[in-house]
């Protein structure tokens, strides 16, 4: 089994930037992909970015150039970097690993953009 508990999210201003962190915790060897995946009010959850083990990501159109996703193996950790965040980056972040041919959720962490 693995856990994984998101931080980092919160309320900032468009513009702003917000450093989202999950850790993976269980009895874990070797974390394949991870990512980050957001749900705003109404919509589908979307993929915002992943990264696989050796660190080749992918990226939304929508937040390419602004969002920087990053692990740390060691830590079995993963992050997300946003930069100039925009109104409609408001959403429920979720991150996810792939492990053992499934793949784990973590329980969110809101995200909110507004002046």
């Known amino acids: 089994q693995v856990q994984l508990v998101e931080s980092g999210g919160g309320l900032v201003q468009p513009g702003g930037s917000l450093r989202l962190s999950c850790a993976a915790s269980?009895?874990?060897?070797?974390?394949?992909?991870m990512g980050w995946y957001r749900q705003a009010p109404g919509k589908e959850r979307e993929l915002v970015a992943d990264i696989s083990r050796s660190s080749t990501t992918n990226y939304a159109d929508s937040v390419k150039g602004r969002f920087t996703i990053s692990r740390d193996n060691a830590k079995n950790t993963v992050y997300l970097q946003m930069n100039s965040l925009k109104t409609e980056d408001t959403a429920v972040y979720y991150c996810?690993?792939?492990?053992?041919?499934?793949?784990?959720w973590g329980q969110g962490t809101l995200v909110t953009v507004s002046s």
């Open positions: 269980g009895t874990i060897f070797s974390i394949g992909a």
């Open positions: 996810s690993a792939y492990y053992r041919y499934t793949t784990y």
